[in-house]
Nanobody
Framework: QVQLTESGGGLVQAGDSLRISCIAS???????VGWFRQAPGRKREFVAT????????LYADPVKNRFPISKDNVTFAVHLQMDNMKPEDTAVYYC????????????????????WGRGTQVAVSS
């Protein structure tokens, strides 16, 4: 059973950068590991995802070209580098993983992710 732990959240100003990380314990395999976020009063939404084996990625339009996702097979970490941050990026950010599927598998659907971390708070002031 994989467990996910997020870290690196905090308060930044608009235009700043922040990196949040997700450390996985247990075997991930051919899973997609993604980041989602949830702002107060809003539904949880997809941010970015990466396939653990192939490194293929997928991004939500609001963060494309601003929030590159990467993985480290040595430390079992998935990082989300958040650049040129905006107040609308304020949310709790969650790391999540799917069941092992294939080395090409990627999905934006919340329901496909079966393991979740507890989240890390990110706030961006204007």
């Amino acid at each position: 059973q994989v467990q996910l732990t997020e870290s690196g959240g905090g308060l930044v100003q608009a235009g700043d950068s922040l990196r949040i990380s997700c450390i996985a314990s247990g075997r991930i395999g051919n899973s997609a590991v993604g980041w989602f976020r949830q702002a107060p009063g809003r539904k949880r939404e997809f941010v970015a995802t990466i396939n653990w084996v192939s490194g293929g990625t997928l991004y939500a339009d609001p963060v494309k070209n601003r929030f590159p996702i990467s993985k480290d097979n040595v430390t079992f970490a998935v990082h989300l580098q958040m650049d040129n941050m905006k107040p609308e990026d304020t949310a709790v950010y969650y790391c999540a993983a799917t069941e092992p599927k294939s080395w090409t598998f990627l999905t934006v659907r919340v329901g496909e992710y079966t393991t979740w971390g507890r989240g890390t708070q990110v706030a961006v002031s204007s």
